[in-house]
């Protein structure tokens, strides 16, 4: 298998499984939760394949700061 050829084949399934069960059921109602509900399903496929292989996200953060004259 090729070294993408891995996360390849579950990004599909991941897919697949968050359109026909949380947009199915109407719990995708924002970009945002379809990049949860997707990383969801993705990391569950990956742990129940490898449990050495991890899944990182990277959160924006928005800081209010008051600006000085």
Known sequence: MKPRGFIESKIGQAWNNCISYDYCNQKINSERSLQASFWCHLNNIILSTDKKRQLFIEPGMFIK????K
């Open 65 to 68: 700061s008051k600006k000085k």
